[in-house]
């Protein structure tokens, strides 16, 4: 079999572009569809530095569970570029941290650590569950769709 297109066959080029131009929006639907892109995008920033935020405050209770300098500590955190990735470590080092700390006198203080080591583990699993909505929302391609004429947009 040959290479290339059959014989015959008139070859169709692409068209130039593949942009679907909506005609005619009023200046006042243009100003609404930009005030809610303008949302869109304050909103899924506001999320994204939240969430770097949180990453932020888990290295520091990181830097607590692996017992280490801080700079060993964030070293080790930042080394991981996935949040799923730092959260398994934050766990194993708090699991870690509550096995040393039963193995000591229980005092106030030691039976307080072991509580709040707990929580940590708790909070980080609850984390992970809501990572996959966090990862959809900032991770999907998003776009507004306008019916013809109409006043309100569709977010998919």
Do not use: C
């Not at 068209?15 to 909506?22: E, G, H, M, N, Q």
């Not at 770097?52 to 017992?67: C, D, I, Q, T, Y």
């Not at 955190?77 to 870690?96: E, F, T, V, Y």
């Amino acid at each position: 079999m040959p290479i290339g297109f059959p014989k015959g066959k008139p070859f169709v080029p692409a068209p130039a572009s593949r942009t679907i131009t909506v005609p005619g929006f009023t200046t006042s639907e243009k100003r609404k569809i930009s005030v809610d892109e303008r949302r869109l995008h304050l909103e899924l920033g506001g999320l994204v530095r939240r969430w770097s935020w949180l990453r932020e405050r888990l290295a520091g209770v990181f830097r607590l569970a692996s017992a280490t300098h801080q700079s060993i500590a964030d070293a080790i955190w930042h080394s991981s570029k996935s949040d799923a990735a730092q959260r398994d470590m934050l766990i194993a080092a708090l699991g870690a941290s509550l096995k040393e700390l039963k193995l000591l006198t229980n005092d106030d203080h030691n039976a307080f650590q072991q509580r709040i080591f707990d929580e940590y583990i708790w909070i980080a699993k609850e984390i992970g569950k809501h990572s996959h909505d966090r990862n959809d929302l900032i991770h999907s391609p998003i776009a507004l769709f306008f019916a013809s004429g109409a006043v309100k947009a569709k977010l998919e």
